[in-house]
């Protein structure tokens, strides 16, 4: 009698059980999990026999293992064969895969189950995934939703009905409130209005989306630049907490940066305008393709974004030093324009005879070199690095081998 496949684990923590009650399990993905016994098997990350067949594996089915993974599982078959695999990263659900000798029997749904499972236990609710445009279907009959779609190469999704149309009411919100949408129209809703009116035509509304890691006299200038040339400057602040700098420092360093300037509305990015952290390089065969994906699937969501807040122009800073921004610029000037949306891309601010980036800043601050922070930097971000509170900051960050970032 054949054996039900076994599921190995590789992770950096200690699986928690599975708790068959969890009331948020989507009823689809309970019954998965209840057709077929799984038995678990713990094994040490450094296991090259596993790692090797897995990487196979999803060789095998046209995906790329991506490089942010920390949590991944597998299915034996009755010769210790993985047969079937999958991975966790943050709130994402990575490098699905099952053989081509097995599909069909029911595997991928236990996988996704055991996942979705673990995302549980450790407290997220709210997933995402990435996934092949002929796989959709699967995971749509699971209980996720498509957020947005690269027809050929990828589709974003996430496991709730609502959750991006909730996310762009939040952004609504968060202009109707503003003290600067009121000082423009009576009527809020005339400017937020998907189809365009008179008021919005007659208004530049701008978008900036940055990280700031950290805020620099760069930054400040790109700012200062978008909001004297628009009426309203929304800016997006990369809130996923993958960089040296945490977010809450980084917002709050961009606020004081930027508390002179009257007509910005701020916005935390949340989890729906893409980082480098979160986009499914394993899709793709080469670094080109990975960065023109991340791009159209960024602007195919800042589209949706910014036809529900009224924006007709982007403000991007110009990135000679970078492929990949250089390769997103490109793709944005030439996409943007064509659903209405001028893209402003403005060159970069210097200082000591070279442009100025945080990744030098960054340098400067793992060197001690305060002398050079100071020319890199404005007195806001220079005073919180100089204060009690950045020790905690400048140690990650001269403790960390790498500090530039391409």
Not at 47 to 64: C, P, Y
Not at 293 to 310: C, E, P, Y
Request: charged content about 20%; overall charge negative; glycine content about 4%.
């Amino acid at each position: 009698m054949t054996r039900p496949p076994a599921l190995w684990i590789q992770s950096t923590e200690v699986l928690p059980s599975t708790n068959p009650n969890t009331s948020t399990f989507d009823s689809k993905l309970r019954r998965a999990a209840q057709s077929h016994i799984i038995r678990t098997a713990f094994s040490s990350p450094s296991d090259t026999r596993a790692n090797k067949q897995i990487n196979e594996l999803l060789l095998a089915e046209g995906i790329r293992r991506d490089a942010n993974l920390d949590y991944t599982c597998g299915m034996y078959d009755d010769e210790m064969n993985i047969i079937a695999t999958g991975s966790c990263f943050g709130n994402t659900l990575r490098c699905m895969a099952v053989s081509s000798a097995h599909q069909g029997e029911g595997l991928m749904n236990q996988i996704v189950t055991h996942l979705i499972s673990v995302q549980f236990d450790r407290g997220n609710t709210h997933l995402f995934l990435y996934t092949k445009c002929n796989s959709a279907k699967f995971f749509g009959d699971l209980g996720f939703y498509e957020i947005a779609r690269i027809d050929g190469q990828i589709v974003f999704m996430e496991n709730r009905k609502t959750g991006f149309s909730a996310y762009l009411e939040r952004l609504k919100k968060e202009s109707e409130q503003s003290e600067v949408m009121k000082r423009f129209t009576s009527d809020n809703t005339q400017i937020l209005s998907e189809t365009s009116s008179e008021t919005q035509k007659d208004l530049r509304i701008a978008a900036l989306v940055m990280n700031a890691n950290p805020f620099t006299l760069g930054h400040q200038y790109l700012v200062e630049k978008a909001a004297a040339e628009s009426d309203i400057l929304h800016l997006f602040i990369v809130s996923e907490d993958q960089s040296l700098v945490p977010f809450s420092v980084r917002k709050q360093l961009v606020l004081e940066g930027t508390a002179h300037l009257d007509n910005i509305i701020y916005h935390e990015s949340g989890p729906y305008i893409i980082s480098n952290a979160t986009f499914p390089s394993y899709f793709q065969k080469d670094a080109d393709a990975v960065m023109e994906s991340h791009a159209n699937l960024d602007l195919t969501i800042f589209v949706r974004i910014a036809q529900a807040l009224g924006i007709n122009c982007r403000y991007v800073g110009e990135e000679p030093n970078s492929q990949v921004t250089g390769i997103y610029n490109e793709i944005m000037a030439k996409k943007l324009p064509e659903n209405e949306i001028s893209c402003t891309i403005v060159p970069r601010k210097e200082a000591n005879g070279a442009v100025i980036s945080a990744s030098t800043v960054r340098t400067a601050l793992k060197n001690d070199n305060i002398e050079l922070l100071k020319t890199l930097v404005p007195e806001t971000t220079l005073r919180y690095f100089q204060s009690e509170k950045a020790a905690p900051v400048i140690a990650k960050i001269k403790a960390a081998e790498n500090v530039v970032h391409h």
